[in-house]
């Protein structure tokens, strides 16, 4: 025997041994995979049946399909289908509702945004509030204002907003 046949049958002995819990665990991987799917078979034979006794049982039988991606469609929604058409919307909106007696305009001129708050839409309600507790609110934005009637405040950001801010914080407090 030549040194070379002795050398590779020595790695072929050494890759058996090393192969030998692998391939013990690929045989069980694969008995388990038979196992899983004469399961599988049984299932969808016994789904049939399954459905139609769960009423009686008032259990909801599994579904055998599986659902395509993404949302389902409007009509199978039915919590908010029955929600949107109760209340006349036709998406879902977050806050409250405008006024629905003659809904006017916002107080902003050129928002027409409908009303929601004092006078005015969301946005400008919000940016109000802040004006507000900032102490920069202009003389002109009063409490339920006349719809177009309040001229729009254009504020500053960055440094010039912090400038501001210390300059609104040094008159409020003087005064």
Same mark, same amino acid.
């Given at each position: 025997?030549?040194?070379?046949?002795?050398?590779?049958?020595?790695?072929?002995?050494?890759?058996?041994?090393?192969?030998?819990?692998?391939?013990?665990?690929?045989?069980?991987? /694969?008995?388990?995979?038979?196992?899983? /799917?004469?399961?599988?078979?049984?299932?969808?034979?016994?789904?049939?049946?399954?459905?139609?006794?769960?009423?009686?049982?008032?259990?909801?039988?599994?579904?055998?399909?599986?659902?395509?991606?993404?949302?389902?469609?409007? &009509?199978? &929604?039915?919590?908010?289908?029955?929600?949107?058409?109760?209340?006349?919307?036709?998406?879902?909106?977050?806050?409250?509702?405008?006024?629905?007696?003659?809904?006017? /305009?916002?107080?902003?001129?050129?928002?027409?945004?409908?009303?929601?708050?004092?006078?005015?839409?969301?946005?400008?309600?919000?940016?109000?509030?802040?004006?507000?507790?900032?102490?920069?609110?202009?003389? &002109?934005?009063?409490?339920?204002?006349?719809?177009?009637?309040?001229?729009?405040?254009?504020?500053?950001?960055?440094?010039?907003?912090?400038?501001?801010?210390? /300059?609104?914080?040094?008159?409020?407090?003087?005064?």
């Amino acid at each position: 025997m030549s040194v070379d046949k002795a050398f590779r049958e020595m790695i072929r002995n050494e890759i058996e041994v090393q192969l030998k819990p692998l391939r013990a665990v690929v045989s069980r991987l /694969e008995a388990g995979t038979s196992d899983l /799917e004469s399961l599988r078979s049984v299932v969808e034979r016994l789904a049939p049946v399954a459905q139609a006794i769960s009423p009686l049982f008032g259990a909801q039988a599994p579904k055998t399909g599986k659902r395509p991606p993404g949302r389902p469609p409007r &009509a199978a &929604a039915p919590a908010a289908s029955s929600a949107s058409s109760s209340s006349g919307s036709t998406g879902k909106r977050r806050g409250r509702k405008p006024s629905e007696d003659g809904a006017r /305009e916002c107080a902003i001129r050129g928002c027409g945004s409908p009303s929601r708050t004092k006078g005015y839409c969301a946005a400008h309600y919000q940016k109000l509030r802040m004006l507000t507790k900032t102490n920069r609110r202009p003389n &002109a934005w009063v409490d339920y204002a006349p719809a177009n009637s309040v001229e729009d405040v254009k504020l500053p950001r960055g440094r010039a907003a912090a400038k501001a801010l210390a /300059e609104a914080a040094q008159n409020g407090g003087a005064s």
